[in-house]
């Protein structure tokens, strides 16, 4: 008996690369991809951004409540602060503090009436500056983890259209043939959920530590605007 030729077993095609799967992708697909692509990129550069922010804003809360508390004096505290830059608890402390300072005059010659009012609002001012400084950009992770997957089924179902087309133009249903726009048309989706899956877990978790620092500022606020009416109430 002759003995069985086996023939050695080579590629069957050339293999398809996401580089492939991209540049060669039809022009929506293919703009679908770039602009997830970018969108993921800007996602975690804001992530990065509040990362620091976030951890800044933290330690300096930290090192002003511990000196604000160990006993110094407000008008030497706000004379150390009103040099340098504030942020968090520090900048609300010399808003009010300035507004304090403007106030006295007229509070002397009209009473006290009214000055813990504008205090008060002036503290208001700065957390909403304070808080508009960290949440900024946040709303562009949430809008990236909530219509990116979206996007990206966009340029699955045109990508899919275009396969079939592929397939009646040719009439021919070789798996060769269907792969490559069908294996084009997942990859969008892919990116569309690598770009929205961090985006919706870091606006999630910076949403949560810019409530608790919010937190922190307004009850600050309030601390500081008891030990105002204080003040006052010892004046009068």
């Not at 001012?125 to 900024?136: C, F, N, R, T």
């Not at 966009?154 to 009439?171: D, P």
Request: with cysteine.
């Amino acid at each position: 008996m002759d003995p069985i030729a086996v023939a050695p077993v080579t590629g069957g095609g050339p293999q398809i690369s996401l580089w492939h799967l991209l540049f060669q992708a039809s022009w929506p697909v293919f703009i679908v991809m770039i602009g997830l692509a970018l969108a993921s990129v800007w996602c975690w550069a804001i992530i990065f951004e509040k990362f620091y922010a976030v951890r800044k804003m933290n330690a300096a809360n930290d090192r002003f409540e511990t000196t604000f508390w160990s006993g110094q004096s407000l008008e030497d505290l706000f004379n150390a602060m009103s040099n340098r830059a504030t942020t968090g608890l520090s900048a609300i402390f010399v808003a009010a503090m300035q507004e304090w300072k403007r106030s006295q005059g007229s509070a002397m010659r009209a009473g006290f009436a009214g000055v813990q009012k504008r205090i008060e609002k002036v503290m208001d001012v700065a957390i909403q500056k304070e808080m508009g400084g960290l949440e900024s950009r946040l709303l562009f992770l949430a809008t990236v983890g909530s219509a990116g997957p979206f996007v990206g089924l966009f340029g699955t179902v045109w990508g899919i259209m275009t396969s079939f087309q592929g397939i009646a133009n040719s009439q021919n249903t070789n798996l060769a043939v269907v792969a490559p726009g069908i294996a084009e048309a997942l990859f969008a989706t892919a990116i569309g959920l690598v770009a929205a899956i961090p985006a919706t877990i870091f606006y999630n978790m910076y949403s949560a530590d810019a409530a608790k620092i919010g937190m922190r500022l307004e009850n600050f606020a309030d601390e500081f605007s008891a030990i105002i009416s204080r003040q006052l109430d010892e004046r009068v």
